[in-house]
């Protein structure tokens, strides 16, 4: 089973700067990782898909990045509502499964 | 507009039996799989499983396998996640989420609103 680990647990930024979140699979992964945003009484969001590509409506202050084990987030420019969860989340082909990784809160500092 | 709609909260006792549903509109709903995942109070997501309405075909996390059930019903465009013996344990919020194909890969696009879970005596 592939393990994802994201880091920092948590990221204290203030609007404006830029943030960079990792996520880190414990084998490879080729480019299957995603990238969703959750906040507080929501459902998820998509953001990126295949590690780079921005979900439709995804603002261009957020791409992605990364191949095989090693994945980042980055904001380029926080805006208030940026500030949420962040998960990604991985895909095995066989068997079939999906895993998330354990979340990044990103808060207002 | 592309959406998945929730049924709403359910409260139980340990030892019921429960069924939520999912209902797709807005696409062809027998062509995109759909998936369910937990989120427990505070906690992370936590992906339960998969089905194909095309066919049935479901697949399970090891997790998940034989804890619960999902199916779904073609002719209405709507997917289940069923318990036969709820637990205490299992109250959470759970999303359908549809997995939309991005080639190489694919994800989860189009999520629903959520479905809240509380199992308590």
């Known amino acids: 089973e592939i393990v994802l680990t994201q880091s920092p647990a948590t990221l204290s930024l203030s609007p404006g700067e830029r943030a960079t979140l990792s996520c880190r699979a414990s084998?490879?992964?080729?480019?299957?990782l995603a990238w969703y945003q959750q906040k507080p009484g929501q459902a998820p969001r998509l953001l990126i898909y295949?590690?780079?590509n921005r979900a439709t409506g995804i603002p261009a202050r957020f791409s992605g990045s990364g191949s095989g084990t090693d994945f980042t987030l980055t904001i380029s420019s926080l805006e208030p509502e940026d500030f949420a969860v962040y998960y990604c989340?991985?895909?095995?082909?066989?068997?079939?499964?999906?895993?998330f990784g354990q979340g990044t809160k990103l808060e207002i500092k | 507009e592309v959406q998945l709609v929730q049924s709403g909260a359910e409260v139980k006792k340990p030892g019921e039996s429960l069924k939520i549903s999912c209902k797709g509109s807005?696409?062809?709903?027998?062509?995109?799989?759909i998936g369910w995942v937990r989120q427990m109070p505070g906690k992370g997501l936590e992906w339960m499983g998969i089905?194909?309405?095309?066919?049935?075909?479901?697949r399970y996390s090891p997790s998940f396998q034989g804890q619960v059930t999902i199916s779904a019903d073609k002719s209405i465009s709507t997917a289940y996640l069923q318990w036969s013996s709820l637990k205490a344990s299992d109250t959470a919020m759970y999303y359908c989420?549809?997995?939309?194909?991005?080639?190489?890969?694919?994800?989860?696009?189009?999520w629903g609103q959520g479905t809240m879970v509380t199992v308590s005596s």
């Open positions: 295949d590690a780079s």
């Open positions: 807005g696409y062809s709903f027998t062509s995109y799989w």
């Open positions: 084998q490879s992964v080729s480019s299957y």
């Open positions: 089905i194909y309405p095309g066919d049935s075909d479901t």
């Open positions: 989420v549809r997995l939309g194909y991005y080639p190489p890969g694919d994800a989860f696009d189009i």
């Open positions: 989340q991985q895909r095995s082909n066989w068997p079939p499964a999906y895993t």
